[in-house]
């Protein structure tokens, strides 16, 4: 049980173009999802919080209007990173918890590589 | 506040012989904790966790660690090491109500034969 997937698992775009990841919770239902991003041999960074039905809350220093999250369901989310530059790639990581588990566990997907060129 | 501290930046270790990677917490809150496995290119998977149970605390892969509140510390261990080990692990601290988590720096551990 608790399984998260993301999709795609890697994508090549190219500088000015946008594109979306997908976060999903497959069996169970998730009220709050994460998205993290991790720049080579470094840690987790997260980048912003989303609640089911509401605007998400991100972190110092991420620029909201470049990486737009929507969280229209209890089990999808999505990260659109907007007019993609090559500073943009990195490996992208979502989770999903719920109040019906332990409330301090996430549930981690696969990551998405990212690569703009 | 929360912080966490992963103490070596890697660590080196020969095949059969054990590994310690060491994890220091600050935590306002009766933390939870957590340690990661990532291997290369690859997404995070847990390896255990603690929450206020018992303070010894069994995981998968053979990996165990031990909670001292006295030491605020949450060291991962492995009696023998195997080269499927070698890995990025990253120890985790949650609590205070809430899903927020903080990430330890990580520890790459490298096997070798």
């Known amino acids: 049980g608790a399984v998260v997937s993301q999709h795609p698992s890697w994508v090549i775009c190219k500088s000015g173009t946008s594109v979306k990841i997908e976060c999903r919770s497959l069996?169970?239902?998730?009220?709050?999802m994460f998205w993290y991003r991790q720049f080579p041999k470094q840690s987790l960074m997260l980048m912003a919080t989303?609640?089911?039905?509401?605007?998400?809350?991100?972190e110092q220093g991420v620029e909201k209007d470049k990486f737009l999250i929507n969280h229209a369901s209890l089990t999808l989310s999505t990260l659109t990173v907007t007019s993609a530059h090559p500073e943009d790639s990195s490996f992208y990581i979502c989770?999903?918890?719920?109040?019906?588990?332990?409330?301090?566990?996430?549930?981690f997907g696969p990551g998405t590589r990212l690569t703009v060129t | 506040a929360q912080s966490v501290t992963q103490l070596d930046s890697h660590v080196s270790v020969s095949e059969g012989t054990p590994v310690l990677l060491r994890c220091n917490y600050s935590?306002?809150?009766?933390?939870?904790l957590f340690w990661y496995v990532q291997h290369p290119n690859k997404g995070l998977q847990l390896l255990l966790k603690?929450?206020?149970?018992?303070?010894l605390v069994k995981g998968i892969n053979g990996f165990e660690a031990e909670f001292k509140k006295s030491e605020t510390s949450f060291h991962l261990t492995k009696p023998s090491a195997h080269m499927s080990d070698a890995a990025e692990y990253f120890c985790?601290?949650?609590?205070?109500?809430?899903?927020?988590?903080?990430f330890g720096a990580g520890t790459r551990l490298f096997v070798k034969a």
């Open positions: 985790v601290v949650s609590g205070g109500g809430g899903f927020k988590t903080i």
């Open positions: 935590s306002s809150y009766s933390p939870s």
């Open positions: 603690y929450t206020s149970a018992a303070t």
């Open positions: 069996d169970f239902q998730a009220t709050t």
């Open positions: 989303s609640n089911e039905g509401s605007k998400a809350t991100y």
């Open positions: 989770s999903a918890g719920t109040s019906g588990r332990n409330a301090y566990e996430q549930y």
